[in-house]
C-alpha cells in the first residue's frame, strides 16, 4: 500500500498557493477566441449529423415504402 505524506492544513494552503501563482492564465482575448471556436465548432458538428440523420431517416423510409 503506498503511503501518502502528512501535510497539516497551514503547509497545505501554502503550497497551494504556490502552485497557483505558477498557472498561465489565458487573457480576455485568448478566453473570447476559445469561446467562439468552440460554437463555431458546435455549430458545424451539429448541422453535420442533422444532415446524416436526415439522410439515414430518409433511407430508412424509403426501405419501409419497399415492404408495404
Do not use: C, H
Amino acid at each position: 500500500m503506498k503511503r501518502v505524506a502528512k501535510v497539516n492544513p497551514s503547509e497545505f494552503i501554502r503550497q497551494v498557493r504556490a502552485e497557483t501563482a505558477k498557472v498561465v492564465w489565458p487573457t480576455s482575448r485568448e478566453t473570447i477566441m476559445t469561446v467562439v471556436m468552440v460554437v463555431i465548432m458546435t455549430t458545424i458538428l451539429a448541422l453535420f449529423f442533422f444532415g446524416i440523420d436526415s439522410a439515414f431517416s430518409a433511407i430508412v423510409k424509403g426501405l419501409l415504402g419497399l415492404v408495404s
